[in-house]
């Protein structure tokens, strides 16, 4: 049962019904709920009678079969003291703050030399304001998942993003050891970062299991989802540039302004890609949010990347546009020698060969001209895309028979990007048998601890601990013959002191516009990758072009509307919160360019997850206003929006 | 095109024009049509008319498929030198279809070329939309 109000305290509920259906084992709700011994935030779930947000969890119907637990949940009544609801974001709001930090740990603002200072003086400058909506995740397996408890402790069959991240939060919120807790995830059907963390369907299945000691299964419907499993905060983004005549930038400035839930703080990285990825002497880069009665924000794909590199690609192409300078060769021009924000050396930075290698693949200089054919209005945009390239400590062990195969046990996870089957190409690799004869086994809390599949981190970090794996079992089988055993562990990655790590793209996209309409098109959308070493080409080219698609769908399409007045998400389905589809994608390719980065990791191999989707806006905003003249600045690019300037 | 739509009910089988198969919001904005509890659709009849022949439906729409129609306008012309009917219905514009009486009136004994882009402003002079939905006035395709 889920809150209809966004703001206010439970003053009564009614399970009285519900609980006679037959069928119903029972209610929980904050009266009678099991104390939870560690829980904050939004896993506090059922535990006193406040209400944060639309949506959230207020009582908790367990039955025989879903069906009666729906039907009953339908039963249940609660009465509210309800309080107008504050959701809605606004650049002035009197009650924004500085966070500690953003995510994951970087430093709210930064400044170098003076900004505005540099602003005011330069001889050419834009100054724009880009915002993009709330965005849902939304994989296409809903969140679900089954507690058990036994003598031993409680297991939990889940679809998640990483089982010894859900374990460490399940010990915690129930004051549990680890060792009582075991989360199995063998096969997950997507997640987009909205399965990294414990949501409270999970502590709330759990709690159900506990208190009726039998197996609970909850699965989240569609609906469900759009408040219980995460979102991106939606974002107001002021970017001002200066820059000589020639192009040379003499200062960014970027001013974000998002939102976060009251009981749960998630700040978004909005500008951080903004802080290294071209050279100026002066810099200012800054978070404000307003904590608000919304879902709890959290990771979707490229948590800031996606949002960030949006504004600041669009503001590139505006000051472009504003020095006359194709802006290929200003991006080429805005070069740094170094990361300007950690004064290191890039490990390899490959953004200039994949402009000059998307341009020639795309027909830039043919595509970029303006024309009308027919009905359409046509151009084209191009944007630049970037992730970090980082990795976590990840451990391992490997088994081999003697027969000659061999087993490899790593908590991975395989969320629907092929890490199951690239894992197994490493190893093979690098034992140098044939794939048929290793398997590797993840998904499972009980295996050796790996980090989750987060920040395109996953084949970097769990790569290197099956490479030293294999390697410390290649030595014992020398020295000692088969069977043997090995085990590994990684840490994080040393180099990074050393050297700015990240992945480099550029996406080049066509569109043409119905010139009476506004509808949008997107017949041509190429992204040129420099991502290290591409270990599966059919796993990496369907993990970039995925990005690709979700970053169309971001500028086109996706877009969660929020009720100012009951806080609520108006269009919590699929009919109505719109992801591109198969139609709205036309000729779409990703390539990359020969890079081998041996200080990232062993593999030499950068993270592809996040990438493909950071820039595709961008680069689609570009294009509309190439064809039109119509600069869209808000996501996403509706026909009205584009309209509204014809 | 006067289609009959056949419904079928607790109380057996009755025939509504499509016309009067919709409904204005009233006190009950839930209902879209002019059906009972219980009662269901189970048979459209269209005559054969000619206008079949030489007809368009037009649907602009947020994404490329699997979205309800923005605007949406089916267009049916029986001419020869002139216009001698035209059946135009909207979507998208009104609480259920609009038929654009008004516009099919206007374009009766008209020429072809050209006419529809006057009559259309004609049918819509008057449309009062809201601040969200002011953009849709000028979109129905000609």
């Given at each position: 049962?889920?809150?209809?109000?966004?703001?206010?305290?439970?003053?009564a509920?009614?399970?009285?019904?519900?609980?006679?259906?037959?069928?119903?084992?029972?209610?929980?709700?904050?009266?009678?709920?099991?104390?939870?011994?560690?829980?904050?935030?939004?896993?506090?779930?059922?535990?006193?009678?406040?209400?944060a947000?639309?949506?959230?969890?207020?009582?908790?119907?367990?039955?025989?079969t879903?069906?009666?637990?729906?039907?009953?949940?339908?039963?249940?009544?609660?009465?509210?003291?309800a309080?107008?609801?504050?959701?809605?974001?606004?650049?002035?709001?009197?009650?924004?703050?500085?966070?500690?930090?953003?995510?994951?740990?970087?430093?709210?603002?930064?400044f170098?030399?003076?900004?505005?200072?540099?602003l005011?003086?330069?001889?050419?400058?834009?100054d724009?304001?880009?915002?993009?909506?709330?965005?849902h995740?939304?994989?296409?397996?809903?969140h679900?998942?089954?507690?058990?408890?036994?003598?031993?402790?409680?297991?939990?069959?889940?679809?998640?993003?990483?089982?010894?991240?859900?374990?460490?939060?399940?010990?915690?919120?129930?004051?549990?050891?680890?060792?009582?807790?075991?989360?199995?995830?063998?096969?997950?059907?997507g997640g987009?970062?909205?399965?990294v963390?414990a949501?409270?369907?999970l502590?709330?299945?759990?709690?159900?299991?506990?208190a009726?000691?039998?197996?609970?299964?909850?699965?989240?419907?569609?609906q469900?989802?759009?408040s219980?499993a995460g979102?991106?905060t939606?974002?107001?983004?002021?970017?001002?540039?200066?820059?000589?005549?020639?192009?040379?930038?003499?200062?960014?400035?970027?001013d974000?302004?998002?939102?976060?839930?009251?009981?749960?703080?998630?700040?978004?990285q909005?500008?951080?890609?903004?802080?290294?990825?071209?050279?100026t002497?002066?810099?200012?880069?800054?978070?404000?949010?307003?904590?608000?009665d919304?879902?709890?924000?959290?990771?979707?794909?490229?948590?800031?990347?996606?949002?960030?590199?949006?504004?600041?690609?669009?503001?590139?192409?505006?000051?472009?546009?504003?020095?006359?300078?194709?802006p290929v060769?200003?991006?080429?021009?805005?070069?740094p020698d170094?990361?300007?924000e950690k004064?290191l050396?890039f490990?390899?930075?490959g953004?200039?060969?994949?402009?000059?290698e998307?341009?020639?693949?795309?027909?830039?200089?043919?595509a970029?001209r303006?024309?009308?054919?027919?009905?359409?209005?046509?151009?084209?945009?191009?944007?630049?895309?970037?992730y970090?390239?980082r990795?976590?400590?990840?451990?391992?062990?490997?088994?081999?028979?003697?027969?000659?195969t061999?087993r490899?046990?790593?908590d991975?996870i395989?969320?629907?990007?092929?890490?199951?089957?690239?894992l197994?190409?490493?190893?093979?690799?690098?034992?140098?048998?044939?794939?048929?004869r290793?398997?590797?086994?993840?998904?499972?809390?009980?295996?050796?601890?790996?980090?989750?599949a987060?920040?395109?981190?996953?084949?970097?970090?769990?790569?290197?601990?099956?490479?030293?794996?294999?390697?410390?079992?290649r030595?014992?089988?020398?020295?000692?013959?088969?069977?043997a055993d090995?085990?590994?562990?990684?840490?994080?990655?040393?180099e990074?002191?050393?050297y700015?790590?990240?992945?480099?793209?550029?996406?080049f996209?066509?569109?043409?516009?119905?010139?009476?309409?506004?509808?949008?098109?997107?017949?041509?959308?190429l992204?040129?990758?420099?991502?290290?070493?591409?270990?599966?080409?059919?796993?990496?080219?369907?993990?970039?072009?995925?990005?690709?698609?979700?970053?169309l769908?971001?500028?086109?399409?996706?877009e969660?509307?929020?009720?100012?007045q009951?806080?609520?998400?108006a269009?919590?389905?699929?009919?109505?919160?719109?992801?591109?589809?198969?139609?709205?994608?036309?000729?779409?390719?990703?390539?990359w360019?020969?890079e081998e980065?041996?200080?990232?990791?062993?593999?030499?191999?950068?993270?592809?997850g996040?990438?493909?989707?950071?820039?595709?806006?961008?680069?689609?905003?570009?294009?509309?206003?190439?064809?039109?003249?119509?600069?869209?600045?808000?996501?996403p690019?509706?026909p009205?929006?584009?309209?509204?300037?014809? | 095109?006067?289609a009959?739509?056949?419904?079928?009910?607790?109380?057996?089988?009755?025939?509504?024009?499509?016309?009067?198969?919709?409904?204005?919001?009233?006190?009950?904005?839930?209902?879209?049509?002019?059906?009972?509890?219980?009662?269901?659709?189970?048979a459209?009849?269209?005559?054969?008319?000619?206008?079949?022949?030489?007809s368009?439906?037009?649907?602009?729409?947020?994404?490329?498929?699997?979205?309800?129609?923005?605007?949406?306008?089916a267009?049916?012309l029986?001419?020869?030198r002139?216009?001698?009917?035209?059946?135009?219905?909207?979507?998208?514009?009104?609480?259920?279809?609009?038929?654009?009486?008004?516009?099919?009136?206007?374009?009766r004994?008209?020429?072809?070329?050209?006419?529809l882009?006057?009559?259309?402003?004609?049918?819509?002079?008057?449309?009062e939309p809201?601040?969200?939905?002011?953009?849709?006035?000028p979109?129905?395709?000609?």
């Amino acid at each position: 049962v889920q809150s209809t109000i966004a703001r206010g305290r439970i003053v009564a509920i009614d399970t009285g019904a519900a609980t006679a259906l037959p069928g119903v084992l029972t209610v929980l709700t904050h009266l009678d709920a099991p104390r939870l011994a560690g829980a904050e935030g939004d896993l506090a779930v059922l535990q006193s009678d406040a209400v944060a947000y639309h949506g959230q969890v207020v009582a908790l119907v367990i039955a025989e079969t879903p069906e009666v637990a729906r039907h009953a949940a339908a039963l249940v009544t609660v009465e509210y003291a309800a309080r107008p609801p504050r959701v809605e974001l606004r650049a002035d709001d009197p009650r924004l703050y500085a966070p500690d930090h953003i995510m994951p740990q970087n430093v709210t603002d930064t400044f170098e030399g003076d900004a505005d200072a540099a602003l005011a003086a330069a001889p050419v400058s834009i100054d724009c304001t880009y915002t993009t909506p709330n965005e849902h995740n939304q994989p296409m397996e809903p969140h679900a998942c089954v507690a058990r408890w036994t003598a031993d402790g409680v297991t939990i069959h889940d679809s998640n993003q990483g089982s010894h991240t859900i374990r460490s939060k399940v010990a915690d919120v129930f004051g549990l050891p680890e060792e009582r807790v075991r989360v199995t995830s063998p096969y997950v059907g997507g997640g987009f970062g909205s399965k990294v963390f414990a949501h409270p369907h999970l502590i709330a299945a759990v709690m159900a299991s506990q208190a009726v000691g039998r197996p609970v299964k909850i699965a989240l419907t569609r609906q469900q989802m759009f408040s219980l499993a995460g979102h991106r905060t939606p974002t107001i983004q002021r970017l001002r540039l200066g820059a000589e005549r020639d192009g040379r930038l003499t200062a960014i400035a970027h001013d974000v302004v998002e939102h976060t839930a009251t009981i749960e703080e998630f700040a978004e990285q909005t500008a951080l890609a903004t802080r290294m990825m071209y050279a100026t002497p002066n810099r200012r880069t800054t978070h404000r949010l307003a904590a608000l009665d919304v879902p709890v924000p959290s990771i979707m794909r490229a948590p800031g990347e996606a949002p960030g590199m949006y504004a600041l690609e669009c503001a590139i192409d505006e000051l472009a546009l504003a020095c006359g300078i194709d802006p290929v060769e200003l991006r080429i021009l805005n070069e740094p020698d170094i990361d300007p924000e950690k004064g290191l050396p890039f490990s390899s930075r490959g953004l200039v060969q994949c402009l000059r290698e998307g341009a020639r693949r795309f027909g830039w200089e043919e595509a970029r001209r303006a024309r009308r054919e027919g009905r359409w209005l046509c151009g084209a945009g191009v944007a630049a895309s970037t992730y970090p390239a980082r990795r976590r400590a990840a451990s391992a062990t490997a088994h081999a028979r003697d027969d000659g195969t061999y087993r490899f046990r790593i908590d991975a996870i395989d969320i629907g990007t092929g890490a199951r089957t690239v894992l197994t190409q490493i190893a093979a690799d690098e034992l140098d048998v044939p794939i048929e004869r290793v398997t590797v086994d993840i998904g499972d809390s009980d295996l050796p601890a790996a980090g989750g599949a987060g920040g395109s981190m996953g084949t970097a970090s769990w790569g290197s601990a099956i490479v030293e794996a294999a390697r410390a079992l290649r030595r014992r089988i020398d020295a000692d013959g088969l069977p043997a055993d090995a085990s590994a562990e990684v840490g994080g990655n040393p180099e990074a002191e050393r050297y700015s790590m990240h992945s480099f793209g550029a996406q080049f996209a066509e569109v043409r516009v119905d010139a009476d309409t506004g509808e949008v098109g997107v017949p041509r959308l190429l992204g040129v990758f420099a991502v290290g070493r591409v270990i599966n080409q059919h796993t990496g080219r369907s993990q970039l072009i995925g990005g690709m698609t979700m970053g169309l769908s971001m500028a086109l399409h996706e877009e969660a509307v929020i009720d100012p007045q009951f806080g609520h998400y108006a269009n919590h389905d699929f009919a109505e919160y719109h992801i591109a589809v198969n139609a709205d994608v036309e000729e779409l390719d990703a390539v990359w360019i020969d890079e081998e980065d041996f200080h990232v990791n062993a593999m030499g191999a950068k993270g592809i997850g996040e990438v493909g989707i950071t820039g595709t806006a961008a680069a689609i905003a570009n294009a509309v206003h190439c064809a039109t003249g119509v600069r869209v600045r808000d996501l996403p690019i509706r026909p009205d929006r584009v309209l509204a300037g014809l | 095109v006067d289609a009959l739509v056949r419904v079928q009910g607790p109380a057996g089988e009755r025939t509504v024009a499509i016309a009067d198969l919709y409904r204005g919001p009233g006190d009950e904005p839930q209902r879209d049509t002019t059906l009972e509890h219980g009662e269901l659709i189970t048979a459209v009849d269209l005559e054969p008319l000619p206008y079949a022949t030489r007809s368009r439906y037009r649907k602009v729409r947020d994404r490329a498929s699997y979205s309800f129609a923005l605007v949406s306008a089916a267009a049916a012309l029986t001419s020869r030198r002139l216009i001698e009917d035209a059946r135009i219905a909207l979507g998208g514009v009104a609480h259920g279809p609009w038929r654009a009486r008004r516009a099919e009136e206007l374009l009766r004994g008209g020429r072809r070329r050209g006419a529809l882009p006057a009559r259309r402003r004609a049918e819509l002079a008057a449309a009062e939309p809201l601040r969200d939905n002011a953009f849709k006035v000028p979109l129905p395709p000609t």
